[in-house]
């Protein structure tokens, strides 16, 4: 790949074998523990918001809840990510945007998981309060201050503005990126 960054169609196109070496490889037990994920990723040292954004993420993938990402559970993450349907999609952003799981998701949990984001993948072209805001605005017509999931895939859907801004910004491709390449300079989100 020299110094060429992988595509998100070379990713696709990497065959299961070489995705189940890769995970052996960085995890030779066959479970990925929250601790591996942050040093696969080279995400030590993170800030507090972007260590939650991590921690949210590992719950969610890690399916079964025993505290391990196993293989099968690693392949349904990176294809969710990769080739997932938008309501698929959309459901997954909303399990992590509600960190307390309650079925809500307010201002505060949206704003620290956009700026926990943007210290990972190292995007700032929008600032978290004005996406905040912006959501807010549109998609929360009764004004509460929250957002079911059923308001918020509604909302999203309906709003092609806000589904564009989600989509650039939930792009998990530089993650799986450093997966295939590994990383190149520390993260010195703090």
Known sequence: MGNNHASLDDILAEDMHHWYNKFMKESPSGLITLFELKAILGLQGMNEDANSYVDQVFITFDMDGDGYIDFVEYIAA?????????????????????????????????????????????????????????????????????????????????HPDIMEMLKKTMDLTSVLVIIVEGRQKPNNCK
């Open 78 to 158: 990176i294809s969710l990510m990769l080739k997932g349907e938008i309501n698929q999609k959309l459901k997954w952003y909303f399990k992590l945007f509600d960190q307390d799981g309650n079925g809500k998701i307010d201002k505060d949990e949206l704003e620290t998981i956009f700026t926990a984001i943007q210290c990972i993948t190292r995007n700032y072209d929008v600032v978290p309060e004005e996406m905040v805001t912006l959501i807010f605005e549109k998609i929360d017509v009764n004004g509460e201050g929250e957002l079911t999931l059923e308001e918020f895939i509604e909302g999203a859907k309906g």
